[in-house]
């Protein structure tokens, strides 16, 4: 009898798990590429522009958590043209310098915030709107429902416990975890967000200067610009702090370091003088999976790097070790467990991309799918 019991048990517990399995995943709009999003934007004048010469500086309003207050952040308009990337006096894999096409696009004036990140990435916006607190419009239920990260197995170690303070940078998250705030942010404004790419990012840090670093090529003079081993050995530091670079742009050295989109390769640099890279930025070889999220690039060093590691040129590489204690099974492909020194800021292209083009920037649904499938809670 006993033993029929514990069957009978089994297969009850089976079946319950094979209906976790079978949840129909595909109508989430995970699965629909951001270019949908774009028609109708929440209204703002500032953001719109049609051309470089119309762009200016813009506030974007995010409804937050808590009723009646909102959460904002500052957009830069980074005029387009030519620069050469990369140093000839650097590492190995910032050489062959190469010059560099980059059409005009804002940038986020600091890096995104936890008061900014959490409205998605701890569910906080979703939760207060279904508990009644907040109201919404269709576009942000459509926000609401995207695939968004699982609870970090410990916040206060992924923040240098700065988390739910004001104006501290989000941190220790994957470049997926980013990559999704970036699809949510272009869902809830109907403006097109992204991360930058390398060639993006160094030209908008470099700002016209073709130094080592954007004030020059003293190392001595960091600590005017940014929170760096040297003076921030315990952890990051609240944003904009320093003084900014000529564009206008906080912290893009140190603090913590930032993902950009392309996948490492040490003779990238020598590929985009070639011609052999066919994009405007180094796309992954293979899909990204569950199992393969490091390679990545992040820019500008952070308060983990020496002065050295916080230069314009400087590829910041990601590594198994990033992630070496999550305990999750399979581990998580929203948090880096050990890398509390890596965040992000957010680009807009003045140019929205196509369908076919977005697709290259925005984060692969596939690994969100198995992931559930090997995670299911």
Known sequence: MTKRIVIVSMILVLSVFSMTFAQDLTKNPANLVGTEW??????NPDAEATTESEMKAYEETLQSNIPDETVKFKMIPIP???????????EKDE???????????????????????????LLLL?????????????????ADALAAPTAPYNIGA???NQSSKVGYPASGLTRYAAQMYCKWLTAITGRYYRLPTEAEWEYACRAG???????????????????????????????M????????????????????????????????????VKGPFVTPKKPISVYKMFDEVARGGSCFHEAKDCRSAKRIVSTKEWKAQDPQFPQSIWWMTEAPYVGFRVVRPLNPPTAEE?????????????YKELNPR
Not at 38 to 43: E, I, N, Q
Not at 95 to 112: K, R
């Open 126 to 142: 979703a939760k207060a709107r279904s508990e009644g607190k907040v109201s919404g419009t269709d576009r942000d239920a459509i």
């Open 358 to 370: 977005a697709q290259l920037y925005e984060p692969d649904v596939k690994v969100w799918l198995k």
């Open 80 to 90: 387009g043209g030519k620069f050469v990337m990369g140093s000839k006096n650097g």
């Open 95 to 121: 050489t062959p310098p190469v010059e560099m096409t980059i059409e005009p696009f804002w940038m986020e004036e600091h890096e995104v915030t936890w008061s900014e990140f959490q409205l998605f990435g």
């Open 158 to 160: 992924i923040s240098y």
């Open 38 to 43: 774009l028609s109708d934007p929440v209204a």
């Open 241 to 276: 702090q320093k003084e900014p670079n000529a564009w206008g742009l906080y912290d893009m050295y140190g603090n913590v370091c930032e993902w950009v989109m392309d996948q490492y390769d040490k003779k990238a640099y020598k590929d985009f003088q070639d011609g052999k």
């Open 209 to 239: 200067s073709e130094t080592e670093y954007y004030f020059g090529d003293d190392p001595a003079e960091l600590e005017k610009y940014a929170w760096f081993l040297d003076n921030c050995p315990d952890g990051y530091n609240k944003i």
